[in-house]
């Protein structure tokens, strides 16, 4: 590591700190020429799939843009920012899991429904209603029915074996 002070290519470790789950890695290092001290910051890089659009088009799978669509539809909820971080998180890592290296933005839509379902029905049905086109609201009350979304869960389940868990 180069000294920032001194330009000294040699330096040792005085303290490490891992955090956000040992993603990030924070180094104390001391410069062997001038003896300065300086921080450095290790970022593991992920790579995740990429996401098929509707129309086709493909994107690099973004965090942000699902905690956004989830933030959206729990908009005057009891629902803390810490459960959809998680969900924003188990989403993430299930996505990192799948062999593919593409991934539908429909199978990642099922699973932000799939986990709002399981905390708060309100929210759920508002991210189906952007989330899902639908022509007319039968088709809208046929979907949210609890007995279409059993089905639904079925036919994911049979898409995709290797489902999302959360432990909310």
């Known amino acids: 590591m180069k000294c920032p002070f001194c330009g000294h290519l040699e330096d040792r470790v005085i303290e490490t700190r891992e955090q956000k789950d040992g ?4 180094r ?12 450095t910051v290790e970022n593991l890089f992920l790579s995740f799939p990429l996401v098929i659009k509707k129309d086709g088009r493909r994107e690099e799978f ?7 669509g989830i933030q959206a539809a729990c908009q005057k909820r009891a629902i803390s920012l810490a459960q959809m971080d998680h969900i924003v998180e188990s989403i993430a890592k299930w996505a990192m899991s799948l062999p593919e ?3 539908s933005s429909q199978l990642i839509g099922e699973q932000v429904m799939m986990a709002l379902k399981a905390i708060d029905d309100v929210a759920y049905v508002r991210f189906a ?6 022509k007319d609201l039968n088709e809208f009350v046929r979907t949210l029915s609890p007995s279409s979304h059993q089905s639904q869960e ?11 868990s959360l432990g909310v």
Do not use: A, D, M
């Open 101 to 103: 290296k593409e991934i």
């Open 62 to 68: 973004s965090k942000l843009k699902i905690l956004k």
């Open 28 to 39: 104390r290092r001391e410069c062997l020429g001038c003896r300065q001290r300086f921080t």
């Open 154 to 164: 079925n036919s994911t389940k049979k898409e995709n074996p290797k489902q999302l």
């Open 23 to 26: 993603l990030l890695i924070r």
């Open 129 to 134: 209603s952007v989330y899902k086109t639908f």
